[in-house]
Each structure stands twice: as structure tokens, then as C-alpha cells.
């Protein structure tokens, strides 16, 4: 099972990013898809994780800001960030889950910075 995320990059505060993350090698839907992130010298974080059924759970500091969606059939899952403020630079990783199996993307740099 392969994680790979793109979209991160360098954005001024109040601007927009869109991450996505395509799960390849699997045949079965994941329970739980979603992104964490980790700055540096801070642990990893839950951002926003969206469940098979589309229940979602966000970090307090993002909600309002940030929107989790998948595409099932595709095995995607999309992070659409608007509103991005100093605080949100770190690296995003992709996270999916089926049971007792767990896999992570190699995660993608995002930096808020004017």
C-alpha cells in the first residue's frame, strides 16, 4: 500500500492550498482517511481525519478554515486549506486506516510566510 500526497508548497497568510493523497496497492476501502501534521520541534498532530460513512473530526485551530473530503471509488482524499496562517506551516501527511493496519504518506511541505 502506497501513500502519496501532493499540493503542499509556499503561500502568503489568508491564501489557499489543496492537498490530495492517492492510496494505490489495495483492493478494500479504508475505515479512516485523513491528514496530520507535524512542525518542527512539536509532535505530529491529528488536522482532520473523515470517516468511510463521512463523519469528520477536525483540530480546534482549523476549524471554519479547513475542509476534509475522500473520493471512495478513487481511493483519495483531499484537504482543502483556506484562510492558511503562519501557524498552519509544517509537513502533512497523509493517513489512512482499516482495522488494525495504519499507513502514512511520505508527507508534503507547507509553509505560510509573507
Known amino acids: 500500500v502506497q501513500l502519496v500526497e501532493s499540493g503542499g508548497g509556499l503561500v502568503q497568510p489568508g491564501g489557499s492550498l489543496r492537498l490530495s493523497c492517492a492510496a494505490s496497492?489495495?483492493?478494500?476501502?479504508?475505515?479512516?482517511m485523513g491528514w496530520y501534521r507535524q512542525a518542527p520541534g512539536k509532535q505530529r498532530e491529528l488536522v482532520a481525519v473523515i470517516r468511510s460513512g463521512g463523519l469528520t473530526t477536525y483540530v480546534d485551530s482549523v476549524k471554519g478554515r479547513f475542509t476534509v473530503s475522500r473520493d471512495n471509488a478513487k481511493n483519495m482524499v483531499y484537504l482543502q486549506m483556506n484562510n492558511l496562517k503562519p501557524e498552519d506551516t509544517a509537513v502533512y501527511y497523509c493517513?489512512?486506516?482499516?482495522?488494525?493496519?495504519?499507513?502514512w504518506g511520505q508527507g508534503t511541505q507547507v509553509t505560510v510566510s509573507s
Open positions: 496497492g489495495i483492493i478494500f476501502s479504508f475505515d479512516v
Open positions: 493517513h489512512a486506516a482499516r482495522d488494525l493496519l495504519a499507513y
